[in-house]
């Protein structure tokens, strides 16, 4: 489905990325962990062409390096940014519509599908997305993506500044996510949601990939977590 | 004094709508680039001459649709191979091409049509008073006038806050990244946004020119009280540019209409004086007279005590 190789980005003279090599397949969930500042949000703007690529990458075969936003999103590749972007003067329901990316195809999602699975959406219809909790903001951007029929979506820290029970929330709606044939590559820092739903993790440091692994090699692997993971 | 009141309050709004379907264009373009467009007047300069042109051939209606059409094109060709190649260089340079782009389309049109004043006239079956009161006719074509921009509005209304083009554009104006990403082409919805401006500037010039006259310094006239209302209503906001036009409009009429002045105050106030005194000028000055600066001096009220204008929450 995605297929990074050889990835560098430079913010500035900043050499951020130096070499970034992985790749994810059909309806996986494959986490990106790594501590802050490693380029994992980097590397998702950098797939997402927000930041100038230099290397390959290949979704669904074909090469998006170098490509428009607006043209990598329409070849099926979503992204729910980290700071989450919740448009504050639309409502739940625009900013839903906002995700589709025409009226006329009817994709693995809708509208009310998405207020059934998540009822506090649903009777916020027409509230502003400003005033919604950070939960509900974190849900609602998540099925903005949804709404454009993305074949994989890439999230950066969702979970950031959540309670515990939103946090598991945002693991239910990943699974189903998942279920539904959608690849998704989850960008986290916090190990307990990327091991209990991934099915293979990357860890990240200096810009590079420096372990590649299951979550159960990743539970055994002591020096790992604690050389690139743990504070 | 009620006909008066009821003519200078229908006259008022003839110029506040008029100025509403330019300063919407112009203050949208704010929103979404974050420059302001010096030469928005210019097209509006460019939709009377346009509309004269097409009417001396084909008569007033198929200007009236042809012109926006083609001033609508005209901007869009100068946002995608002007105004976005200069953006890379920052807000001044884009400031430096549209000043720039005024000049020229000043110009252009005095090369073309010459400096004279053009005889475009409004439509013979728009010539007939619309109603007669107190004595007092209000043409049709005033009427159309009116009509039109109300149209305009309600249209611009329902697309921008209804339609799924319109919560685009809102979300671009904010977070033109985030939009993209979702799948949408920021630059084009852009484009498209500083044509419809620049169509209804267009707009605005083909139905006020047999009024205000069509002649190369329209776009003077008009374009300074333009920035004014654009930033009296607060920068980017739809809904100031439309309270500020209609304000300044009807200030600007009720002014006009008008009969009292200094030596009205001063005689209220109980003061007078000597006709050769140095500063005779001002103390028998009329409102009337001062009409044309209320504008600017409602500007200045603003941004002492409103510097974010009346709607606007721009503090940057």
Redesign the interface.
Known sequence: MLEVKDLHAYYGKSHILQGVNFNVQQGEIVSLLGRNGVGRSTTVKTIMGEVAPEGSIKFKGEEIAGKKSFEIAHLGLGYVPENRDIFPTLTVRQNLVLGMKSTKSEGRWNIEEMFKMFPNLGERADVHGGVLSGGEQQMLCMCRTLMGDPDMIMIDEPTEGLAPKIVEQVALLLQEIAKRGVAILLVEQKLSIALKISHRLYVMGHGKIVYEGTPDSLLKANEIRSEWLEV | MLEVFIFATLNGLVTGLLLFMLASGLTLIFSMMGVLNFAHASFYMLGAYFAYSISLQFGFWLGLIFAPLIVGCLGAAVERYGLRRVHESGHVAELVFTFGLAFLIEEAIQFFWGPDTKNYQSPDILDFPLFTLFGQEFSAYRGFMIGVSVLIFIGLFRVLTRS?IG??I??AI??P??????????PLIFMGVFGVGTALAGLAGVIAGPVLTTFPGMAIVLGSIVFVIVVIGGLGSLAGAFIASLLIGLLQSYAIASDVGMPDLLNFLGVSFERDHPLNDLWTMTLPQIAPILPFLLLVLVLIFRPTGLMGNREE
Do not use: K, S
Not at chain 2, 177 to 186: D, Y
């Open positions: 799924r919560i685009i809102q979300a904010t977070h990244n985030t939009v993209a990403n979702l799948g949408h082409n920021v």
